[in-house]
């Protein structure tokens, strides 16, 4: 198993966002490294082989959007070859039941683990969803896509706990918490809860929202 207990950051940045580029996320993921996360989560081929310079496991994505299905994160057997080929060691997906324009999540998963030797890291949305994926031969699920979903809108502005603790309670495979995880408090109660490890992304990665989040929150008006 790669991927160990503790903190997991994701390294992205969108392209309008000033950090956007692999030289930032790959400082970022060095960063991360040193402040004790166990993981980094990357999305792209290019980012993904910068990021791996920081030495630690790399859950790699591959965001591709489409007008003509919701489904984007690592949505075809492609953007998965070409993640790991980048140095990627867990692949995630999207492992939802929404249409995508590449191959079933059971087929995705058997081919990722049979033809490219990387570990599948199950995103989903609900209960029935994370079994699915472990029935399949997913090595972690996550809960990731949570609120994101026609099943489970609108997005809370907490995690889903509820979620998670199912989860834990009924699989056997690892069980990442992730999304809206955005306060030390919130990750311990994700530990509490069963989680193996727990993603983190905007509250580490991005000065621009949590700048904006101070600023909304904070600042007198």
Do not use: W
């Amino acid at each position: 198993m790669m991927l160990q207990k503790g903190l997991v950051v994701s390294c992205q940045a969108r392209a309008d966002n000033p950090l956007h580029g692999a030289q930032f996320m790959g400082a970022m993921a060095l960063a991360a490294r040193d402040g004790g996360a166990v993981a980094i989560r990357a999305n792209g081929p290019d980012d993904i082989a910068v990021v791996t310079k920081a030495g630690l496991p790399v859950i790699g994505i591959h965001k591709v959007f489409s007008e003509h299905h919701p489904v984007y994160i690592t949505p075809d057997f492609q953007t998965a070859a070409a993640i790991v080929e980048a140095g990627a060691n867990i692949v995630a997906l999207d492992c939802t039941e929404r249409p995508r324009d590449g191959e079933h999540p059971s087929v995705m998963i058997r081919r990722i683990k049979a033809e490219l030797g990387a570990e599948v890291f199950a995103d989903i949305s609900t209960v029935e969803e994370g079994l699915k994926a472990a029935d399949c031969g997913a090595d972690y699920v996550a809960t990731t896509l949570s609120g994101y979903t026609e099943a489970t809108m609108p997005k809370p502005s907490e995690p889903d706990l509820r979620l998670l603790e199912n989860l834990a309670a009924r699989l056997t495979v690892p069980v990442v918490a992730e999304g809206r995880y955005n306060t030390p408090d919130l990750v311990r109660q994700a530990f509490s809860a069963g989680a193996h490890a727990v993603v983190v992304g905007t509250m580490i990665t991005n000065p621009r929202e949590i700048t904006r989040s101070f600023v909304q929150q904070g600042v007198p008006r």
